[in-house]
């Protein structure tokens, strides 16, 4: 069956320190893969898109890494900041035109 | 750029009523709008898609009598709840891609239904 997969357990870690989220996919084969943050309450906001011909994309402090042949991605904060705290999640584009969310994975950075 | 809004944030209503979601996009024609549900710590399900001026479709159990989709411009689509039950409320989010390649796509704020 078709699965995607993210920690479902909060990640808590130190303000400065580098946090990594992990995304794994089963049984799809997406052209893109995309973060996006949510915040309580709200709609997620769009941060990074990697395609499958990607191994690696940055944005300022946001890193990407795409690996087809895992099938998983990875979703890098340094230098986190309290202000980083909110539900990253991470979603399949797949070939019918459609976006297929993975749960998320709630990050709290402390002070 | 690329701000899209929904109206109501909340809404209450009473079980068998129904409940109309607007969303909206405010700088930007949107070729597609999609409408997801999200329960919470669950992830956003894909309820339908939208293409100005023709019908909706649908994902695989989603009825289409009960969750009615209205794309009338390339800037506007609602969502009605008709009959809505408790067991309906819920996170409603509409989101709205610019490009045919529905690369990306510009999330409202979402909708919070409750019903009683």
């Known amino acids: 069956s078709q699965k995607i997969e993210q920690n479902s357990e909060a990640l808590n870690i130190q303000e400065g320190k580098t946090a990594t989220l992990t995304c794994n996919y089963t049984?799809?084969?997406?052209?893109?893969l995309q973060w996006y943050r949510q915040d309580p309450g709200r709609g997620p906001v769009f941060l990074l898109l990697?395609?499958?011909?990607?191994k690696e994309k940055r944005k300022e402090r946001l890193k990407v890494t795409f690996d087809t042949t895992l099938k998983q991605s990875l979703f890098h904060i340094t230098a986190s900041q309290p202000a980083d705290s909110a539900t990253y999640l991470c979603?399949?584009?797949?070939?019918?035109?459609?976006?297929?969310f993975g749960q998320g994975t709630t990050l709290q950075v402390k002070p | 750029g690329a701000v899209v809004s929904q109206h109501p944030s909340r809404v209450i209503c009473k079980s068998g009523t129904s409940v109309k979601i607007e969303c909206r996009s405010l700088?930007?024609?949107?070729?597609?709008m999609f409408w997801y549900r999200q329960f919470p710590k669950q992830s956003l399900m894909l309820m339908a898609t939208s293409n100005e001026g023709s019908k909706a479709t649908y994902e695989q159990g989603v009825e289409k009598d009960k969750f009615l989709i209205n794309h009338a411009s390339l800037t506007l689509s609602t969502l009605t709840v008709t009959s809505a039950h408790p067991e309906d409320s819920s996170f409603y989010i509409c989101s709205a891609s610019q490009t045919a390649a529905q690369e990306t796509q510009y999330f409202g704020p979402g909708t919070r239904l409750l019903v009683l």
């Open positions: 049984n799809y084969s997406p052209a893109y």
């Open positions: 700088d930007f024609q949107a070729t597609t």
């Open positions: 979603a399949l584009f797949v070939n019918t035109g459609k976006l297929i």
């Open positions: 990697i395609r499958e011909n990607e």
